[in-house]
């Protein structure tokens, strides 16, 4: 009776670390994939052929969709194209 109970604790225990372990990378991807999508000042300035201070003035008047990122804006991809 006991040995059963220990092994339906560590199956419980086990598929807790494997969908904690799921939720964990499928989180990370969603990240990863945000941060991709974002672009700095500087490429974004490139792409357009404009200088880095016409890209923030365009952020700023709401010309392209982009945030700030602590110090530094991040211009969302899909506004470049």
Known sequence: MTETLIAIIFIGVFI?????????LKVQKELDEQRYAMLS????AKKLKVSDETV??????????????????RIDSEAVR
Do not use: A, N
């Not at 807790?16 to 964990?24: A, D, G, L, P, S």
């Not at 709401?62 to 110090?71: D, H, I, N």
């Open 16 to 24: 807790e670390t494997c969908f904690t372990t799921y939720m964990w």
């Open 56 to 73: 923030r003035r365009m952020v700023r008047r709401g010309e392209l969709s982009g945030r700030k990122v602590g110090s530094l804006w």
């Open 41 to 44: 000042v500087q490429e974004v």
